[in-house]
């Protein structure tokens, strides 16, 4: 099964450790080429540009704090800061509930091999494929850089790599917006008083993965999760969604 997963907006803090910049590691990822490369030029670009610009692109309202200019400087050096695994770079509140690091080494390493993170400015990667420190928010437009246009880009080689797999997408909403998956899969919703749960389903969503890989044998539908009870599904268009009731 390939697992699809969100970034965060929350990530650990890298450092720069080389004087060389070095952007080998965009090889070794799954949509490595030109529209990836191109995406970074274009991003190196734009933190060139004025404050307000990359005030949005960071999603912040001023750049005028310690914290944010100290991660301009790691942003700026993208290719000579040091990296760390997907899954541990980013820190935000799915993640948090993932827990990764407490995970027994079996479990971690069925994340590691399994579960896909569609980042906004490095495209789908492994949870295993090492990345630097960025900040790059999610609604950010500037002329043709922007999350909708640079998926659509990714588009055909993502559709090659998920063609004929069994996928279960825990994606939030925006992520499932700029690439659609075309092939039959599965999603989970949750429900609190048979209403749609919207602030909490990340932190929903990372407890569902972690479970997941505690019993990856075990049905979706039969997953014994604290706090969520299963209670049915729907169908839409090429989706199955699993339907959970938060407790």
């Keep these: 099964m390939k697992i699809l997963f969100s970034p965060s907006e929350g990530k650990r803090i890298s450092e720069i450790v080389s004087d060389k910049n070095d952007f080998d590691f965009l090889d070794t990822l799954i949509s490595k080429g030109s529209v990836i490369r191109k995406n970074i030029a274009k991003y190196m670009e734009i933190l060139n540009e004025d404050d307000n610009v990359i005030s949005k692109l960071f999603g912040v309202k001023n750049l005028n704090s310690k914290c944010v200019l100290d991660e301009m400087?790691?942003?700026?050096?993208?290719?000579?800061?040091?990296?760390?695994?997907?899954?541990?770079?980013?820190?935000?509140?799915?993640?948090?509930?993932?827990?990764?690091?407490?995970?027994?080494?079996?479990?971690?390493?069925?994340?590691?091999?399994?579960?896909?993170?569609?980042?906004?400015l490095f495209g789908m990667v492994r949870s295993s494929d090492l990345l630097p420190f960025y900040k790059c928010n999610q609604n950010f437009k500037y002329q043709d850089f922007g999350l909708n246009n640079f998926y659509k880009k990714l588009s055909p080689k993502i559709d090659e790599l998920l063609e004929n797999e069994s996928i279960l997408d825990l994606r939030a909403e925006v992520y499932i917006k700029a690439y659609r998956l075309k092939f039959k899969h599965t999603r989970v919703e949750f429900l609190k008083n048979g209403k749609?749960?919207?602030?909490?389903?990340?932190?929903?969503?990372?407890?569902?993965?972690?479970?997941?890989?505690?019993?990856?044998?075990?049905?979706?539908?039969?997953?014994?999760?604290?706090?969520?009870?299963?209670?049915?599904?729907?169908?839409?268009?090429?989706?199955?969604?699993?339907?959970?009731?938060?407790?």
């Design 196 to 247: 749609k749960v919207s602030h909490y389903a990340k932190h929903y969503r990372g407890i569902y993965l972690r479970e997941l890989s505690l019993s990856p044998d075990v049905r979706l539908e039969n997953l014994q999760i604290e706090n969520l009870q299963f209670i049915g599904s729907k169908t839409l268009e090429n989706a199955n969604i699993l339907l959970y009731e938060v407790g």
């Design 73 to 120: 400087l790691l942003c700026s050096n993208l290719g000579r800061t040091s990296k760390m695994q997907a899954i541990r770079l980013y820190s935000g509140v799915a993640y948090k509930a993932l827990d990764f690091q407490t995970l027994p080494i079996k479990a971690q390493n069925y994340i590691l091999e399994n579960v896909f993170i569609f980042s906004n």
